[in-house]
């Protein structure tokens, strides 16, 4: 893509219409919303009645599957992003307002009959008619099949919980909202159903009620999962205060959320202010910032990683974000990079979003100094090339930083200890580890013969290797370092065809065809075990491949634990969501079998002990093995040691 700047009205239109369908409809998106923003606010400014603007949002898919007109329009919620303009929204409503999280998911209506059975469920679509999801939705975790009574229209977010996403699919899905996206058009609503997807109610249609909030209370009557809310009174420091408390609890909920959704309380307040045709007047979302500054962009350096990327690092003026000091920050990619016309002593706005490494968000000022993409590659010097956004070395397995990168890569993944940076780069640079399989053949004298090495060290990493030469094939798979073969797809494929012989036999088609793998990953798979095929088999001259099913499902598989007292980091719902995530179970009570009682950091501090605590103690004197844990303890050992 062109600069902003430089895009014609029909350009935009274009590149607004085609990031559109990747986002909504194939949950494909190539750019960040942020980005998506900046072409819808730029094509406003230029053409503010285009009619693509119209279409912006719609999620409808193009094929001929059944379509199904709303009752009332589906609308989307206008933004604001001060304290100021919250407090100017609300100042015009007479009443309280309700406030609950905004969810990043995806809108759906569900319709239930005269004798209280679901029979139609679409989705949001173009706000006017959507897609039809009946079967679909009956897969959907907090969905009723059946209410006490109808007729009845509900509606509310579909989403994925953080933790069946971290569990299942983190590393090969960008996030839980497009696959949700994806796990909803599904043909086969048993496909659906494996995705684990949730529902959280927050509309409710065909009932005269006086109040927001009383629209919640039903419908938690009727058994739906309501969106979490509350009654907050129509002060500008009351509604800040929400919206902090919900920023600071962000990272303990099970759920993503990108702001603090404020609606009128009164019914009449809503009915008097009614709706543009985006956007009903009010309602409004107030959305997360970010933890952002400003800076100066000095330099941009240029790393090779082990599949031969060559991707872009900012320099800047020291600032400070999250009370840390930053000079790094990501610059993506090198088309992202020349897209948002990065130059030298640029004024620039960083970001940090939860990764370790912040963003390069928006280039506020520009400067001549343009940076260009470097023809050599800055490891071994060979030919760059330039393929879709990404800068490639051309080089291969000659690159120093890919091999160091890969191999760095194997024993992190096989976690076999005492390999840093340092020792790598000179068994590289030595010779004696040229490729994988080289590892096994090292000798203690080749080690002692390195610097800084010693006799105790030089068993010890024998030791380390040797110790590893059986390997899970899932691991092994991930060893390799080819591109999209990463936990989740080791696993898959090792479920599934259960023998390497069989992976690397299988064809494109076959693999595709496996479920969550699909085309992209396939051709990645297949290409990669066929070019890396000589390595395989050198491998397989000295690791012994444990082909039998997957590993136990976590770290806390076939423990127990339950929770009392209340918890200060994060919500009992949460903790125990984390625990059943990594392979755990909550007992119903303490049992001479419970593994892990966890108290609630205030509770333990005071040493205030509870009727859980007493008796757990009491059945630790009779030889029951429960560990006591506080809070702390607790959340250090969901830290700890790999899932
Ligand atoms: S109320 C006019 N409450 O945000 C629609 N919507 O941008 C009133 N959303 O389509 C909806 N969390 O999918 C409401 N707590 C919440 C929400 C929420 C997420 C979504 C919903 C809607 C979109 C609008």
């Keep these: 893509m062109k600069p902003l700047q430089e895009m014609s009205v029909a350009e935009l239109e274009k590149a607004i219409r085609r990031h559109n369908d990747l986002y909504f409809k194939q949950a494909k998106p190539e750019i960040s919303d942020e980005e998506f923003d900046l072409l819808v606010e730029r094509l406003k400014r230029l053409k503010a009645d285009s009619p693509v603007l119209e279409e912006v949002g719609s999620d409808l898919s193009e094929g001929s599957g059944k379509k199904v007109l709303h009752s009332t329009p589906m609308l989307s919620l206008d933004k604001c992003y001060t304290v100021e303009d919250l407090a100017d929204w609300a100042s015009k409503l007479k009443g309280d307002v309700v406030v609950s999280p905004k969810i990043d998911g995806l809108a759906i209506a569900i319709h239930y009959d005269e004798t209280g059975r679901l029979f139609r469920s679409e989705t949001r679509g173009d706000g006017t008619k959507g897609d039809d999801i009946t079967q679909n939705v009956r897969e959907v975790g907090d969905v009723p099949e059946r209410l006490a009574k109808g007729p009845i229209e509900v509606r509310g977010e579909i989403y994925m919980r953080l933790s069946v996403f971290k569990k299942k699919y983190q590393d090969n899905f960008a996030n839980p909202r497009n696959l949700a996206a994806g796990a909803l058009k599904q043909k086969d609503p048993k496909k659906t159903a ?7 109610a927050y509309e409710l249609i065909g009932m005269d009620l006086k109040e927001e909030i009383e629209k919640i209370r039903h419908l938690k009557k009727l058994g739906f999962t309501t969106i979490d809310t509350e009654v907050v009174p129509n002060q500008p420091e009351k509604l800040q205060a929400a919206y902090e408390e919900y920023f600071k609890k962000r990272d303990s909920l099970d759920y993503e959320l990108d702001g603090v959704v404020y609606k009128a309380n009164q019914i009449e307040d809503q009915t008097r202010l009614g709706a543009s045709s985006h956007h009903p007047r009010w309602a409004i979302a107030y959305k997360f910032q970010g933890d952002a500054a400003q800076s100066v962009l000095r330099e941009v350096e240029w790393s090779v990683s082990r599949t031969g990327v060559i991707t872009p690092i900012g320099i ?21 990079m020349k897209n948002m016309g990065v130059s030298i002593g640029a004024k620039v706005l960083v970001m940090r979003r939860g ?9 506020l000022e520009k400067t001549k100094k343009i940076v260009e993409a470097p023809k050599k590659c800055p490891s071994c010097g060979s030919p760059t090339e330039v393929r879709d956004d990404f800068l490639f070395c051309t080089n291969g397995k000659g690159c120093r930083s890919t091999r160091l990168g890969e191999l760095r890569h194997f ?27 080289d590892f096994f053949r090292l000798k203690r004298d080749d080690l002692l013969s390195l610097e800084r090495v010693g006799e105790i060290l030089a068993d010890k990493l024998i030791a380390q290797i040797q110790a590893h030469r059986t390997v899970p094939l899932p691991l092994f798979l991930r060893s390799l370092g080819i591109p999209e073969l990463g936990k989740h797809s080791s696993e898959v494929l090792t479920k599934q065809l259960r023998r390497l012989e069989k992976i690397r036999e299988a064809s494109e088609e076959e693999l595709s065809a496996i479920h969550t793998i699909g085309p992209v990953i396939a051709r990645e798979v297949v290409n990669g075990l066929r070019e890396k095929s000589g390595t395989v088999d050198k491998l397989l ?35 125990e969501k984390q625990v059943e995530a990594l392979g755990g179970e909550i007992s119903g ?3 001479k079998d419970l593994d892990y009682l966890v108290i609630g950091s205030e509770g333990y501090k005071n040493r ?18 429960i560990k006591i844990l506080s809070e702390e303890e607790f959340l250090q050992m969901l830290e700890s040691s790999p899932d």
Excluded: C
């Design 194 to 200: 494996e995705y684990s997807l949730n529902f959280f």
């Design 316 to 336: 800047i003026d020291p600032t400070r974000l999250s009370g840390a000091s930053v000079s790094r920050v990501s610059l993506h990619n090198y088309g992202l």
């Design 589 to 591: 009570g303490v049992t």
């Design 411 to 437: 024993v992190d993944v096989l976690e076999i200890e005492g390999f840093g940076d340092k020792m790598i780069e000179q068994l590289y640079d030595t010779g004696y580890v040229e490729d994988l399989p």
């Design 608 to 625: 205030d002990k509870g009727n859980k605590w007493i008796k757990a103690e009491s059945l630790m004197q009779k030889g029951a093995a």
């Design 541 to 575: 001259q000295f690791v012994t491949l444990d082909e039998r099913s997957l590993a136990k499902e976590g770290k806390f598989s076939g423990k127990t634990f339950l929770f009392t007292g209340k918890m200060a980091a994060m919500e009992r719902g949460a903790a």
């Design 355 to 363: 990764g370790v490494i912040p963003n390069l968000e928006e280039v």
